[in-house]
């Protein structure tokens, strides 16, 4: 796939023009991307048209214009091509974006208020746009590919945007400790790591908005619709849960389905802390450094805009329970994950 796929995210929500190869440009939108504050003061109470307006500024003032066929992919020595080749991802990464950009266009198409509709018509944009820069990769380094499947717009657009959201909360998080380990192991180029860092940041980005949009959905629904969306939340992680039980026995199995692309709802994050690394790394550590690198990566942006808080609040949980088992069994201290 190539740039010319790509088309242009729509003229009325006033975005910075796609930018080229200038690299104090590219440098600067990096920079806007990352560090954001809403100028009004006072507390964003999710549902309040503060916090609307502020959601809405956050992504289209973060967002970073550059282009997909600006990302430059490094030449590859024999070894690194065969690790990166044979990463059992690829197909579910592309797929993943490509059911993502539809799903969030179809939601965005049913709302109402135009702040929102504008935000999540801009995160499927940003989807499709993913799915560009994850095919040229592919293309790049002869990777082979399953064929696509037909996208089809979604039957209820909430359930399926919120099974995105939730999704890429879970993998996001995953991804920005495994994606620190690629960086310090050292293992995969400079160049190629320093490629995709964009794209990881834009995917906080979207789990950031997601996060508001949860909680402003749930300030400004009926109370007698609060129930189901409860039901509908439970429902959702539940799906999940299975989903990446099912994913973990494929790819531990060998893929025995005879399919790569082991569920299209998985985003590209999903893969082995070993696959980016020589070193063993224990689930605790591992955990540790996704905490760390979540919490880096939210950093600049304004504190009064709700995060993602379920798979960090599990996280720490597990490392609480990690550690009494140390204390109680010090004899399997350290066990690599």
Same mark, same amino acid.
């Given at each position: 796939?190539?740039?010319?796929?790509?088309?242009? $995210?729509?003229?009325?929500?006033?975005?910075?023009?796609?930018?080229?190869?200038?690299?104090?440009?590219?440098?600067?939108?990096?920079?806007?991307?990352?560090?954001?504050?809403?100028?009004?003061?006072?507390?964003?109470?999710?549902?309040?048209?503060?916090?609307?307006?502020? +959601?809405?500024?956050?992504?289209?003032?973060?967002?970073?214009?550059?282009?997909?066929?600006?990302?430059?992919?490094?030449?590859?020595?024999?070894?690194?091509?065969?690790?990166?080749?044979?990463?059992?991802?690829?197909?579910? *990464?592309?797929?993943?974006?490509?059911?993502?950009?539809?799903?969030? &266009?179809?939601?965005?198409?049913?709302?109402?208020?135009?702040?929102? =509709?504008?935000?999540?018509?801009?995160?499927?944009?940003?989807?499709?746009?993913?799915?560009?820069?994850?095919?040229?990769?592919?293309?790049?380094?002869?990777? *082979? &590919?399953?064929?696509? $499947? %037909?996208?089809?717009? @979604?039957?209820? $657009?909430?359930?399926?945007?919120?099974?995105?959201?939730?999704?890429? +909360?879970?993998?996001?998080?995953?991804?920005?400790?495994?994606?620190?380990?690629?960086?310090?192991?050292?293992?995969?180029?400079? %160049?190629?790591?320093?490629?995709?860092?964009?794209?990881?940041?834009?995917? +906080?980005?979207?789990?950031?908005?997601?996060?508001?949009?949860?909680?402003?959905?749930?300030?400004?629904?009926?109370?007698?619709?609060? !129930?189901?969306?409860?039901? /509908?939340?439970?429902?959702?992680?539940?799906?999940?849960?299975? %989903?990446?039980?099912?994913?973990?026995?494929?790819?531990?199995?060998? /893929?025995?389905?005879?399919?790569?692309?082991?569920?299209?709802?998985?985003?590209?994050?999903?893969?082995?802390?070993?696959?980016?690394?020589?070193?063993?790394?224990?689930?605790?550590? &591992?955990?540790?450094? +996704?905490?760390? %690198?979540?919490?880096? =990566?939210?950093?600049?942006?304004? /504190?009064?805009?709700?995060? !993602?808080?379920?798979? @960090?609040?599990?996280?720490?949980?597990?490392?609480?329970?990690?550690?009494?088992?140390?204390?109680?069994?010090?004899?399997? /201290?350290?066990?690599?994950?």
């Amino acid at each position: 796939m190539l740039e010319s796929d790509l088309s242009p $995210p729509p003229p009325r929500l006033r975005l910075p023009p796609l930018g080229g190869g200038n690299p104090s440009l590219i440098a600067a939108a990096d920079h806007t991307a990352r560090h954001w504050a809403f100028p009004e003061r006072g507390d964003l109470r999710p549902g309040s048209e503060a916090h609307a307006r502020a +959601c809405r500024a956050m992504f289209m003032e973060t967002f970073n214009p550059y282009k997909p066929t600006v990302l430059e992919w490094p030449r590859l020595d024999p070894e690194t091509r065969t690790r990166l080749v044979n990463l059992p991802i690829w197909d579910i *990464a592309v797929q993943t974006e490509g059911k993502a950009r539809l799903r969030m &266009l179809a939601y965005a198409a049913t709302l109402n208020d135009p702040a929102w =509709r504008d935000t999540v018509e801009l995160n499927g944009w940003e989807e499709g746009r993913h799915r560009v820069v994850l095919s040229n990769l592919v293309q790049a380094y002869g990777i *082979a &590919l399953e064929p696509e $499947p %037909e996208y089809k717009a @979604p039957r209820d $657009p909430e359930w399926a945007y919120m099974v995105t959201g939730f999704s890429e +909360c879970i993998d996001s998080f995953f991804a920005f400790g495994l994606f620190a380990m690629a960086e310090k192991s050292g293992i995969f180029p400079p %160049e190629l790591v320093d490629t995709f860092e964009p794209v990881m940041q834009e995917e +906080c980005r979207h789990i950031l908005l997601f996060a508001n949009w949860v909680a402003a959905h749930r300030a400004t629904m009926p109370l007698w619709r609060r !129930p189901w969306f409860e039901l /509908k939340v439970w429902a959702v992680w539940a799906f999940l849960a299975w %989903e990446r039980m099912g994913i973990a026995r494929g790819i531990d199995g060998g /893929k025995s389905s005879g399919s790569r692309a082991a569920s299209p709802d998985n985003n590209f994050t999903v893969t082995g802390a070993k696959s980016v690394s020589d070193t063993d790394i224990s689930v605790r550590d &591992l955990m540790a450094l +996704c905490l760390s %690198e979540d919490a880096r =990566r939210f950093a600049g942006y304004d /504190k009064r805009l709700r995060r !993602p808080t379920t798979t @960090p609040f599990l996280a720490r949980t597990a490392i609480r329970l990690l550690d009494l088992k140390d204390r109680l069994l010090p004899s399997r /201290k350290g066990t690599a994950a």
